[in-house]
């Protein structure tokens, strides 16, 4: 499967940013998906899982209550509504795929990932 995110950009502190990871092939409704994030200097750390069913949602202390993910298996699509964003959140955030369908925190679970979109957040 091939994976596109789409969304990120230049945002003042406070405000909202909702990224989009569109896939490729008929599968998508069997993967787990989940968002990570990258800072410069600093591992990648995951941000948000979603099962295949999306009956189960996984956050990192960090974001929860702030950030929401969702999916639309008909249009192949994963969403990370990020509210309430801080300077904290710049990072390139990454979807990827879990074959195993559960969209944890674990990240050598997930076999594909996207390219990456840039999310700057200014003070």
């Known amino acids: 499967v091939q994976l596109q995110a789409f969304g990120g950009g230049l945002v003042q502190a406070g405000n909202s940013l909702r990224l989009a990871c569109v896939a490729s092939g008929r599968t998508f409704s069997s993967y787990g998906m989940g968002w990570f994030r990258q800072a410069p200097g600093k591992e990648r750390e995951f941000v948000a899982g979603?099962?295949?069913?999306?009956?189960?949602?996984y956050y990192a202390d960090s974001v929860k209550g702030r950030f929401t993910i969702s999916r639309d298996n008909a249009k192949n699509t994963v969403y990370l509504q990020m509210n309430s964003l801080k300077p904290e959140d710049t990072a390139v955030y990454y979807c990827?795929?879990?074959?195993?369908?559960?969209?944890?925190?674990?990240?050598?679970?997930?076999?594909?990932w996207g390219q990456g979109t840039q999310v700057t957040v200014s003070s």
């Open positions: 979603i099962n295949r069913s999306a009956g189960n949602t």
């Open positions: 990827a795929a879990d074959q195993g369908g559960w969209g944890s925190k674990v990240i050598s679970l997930y076999d594909y």
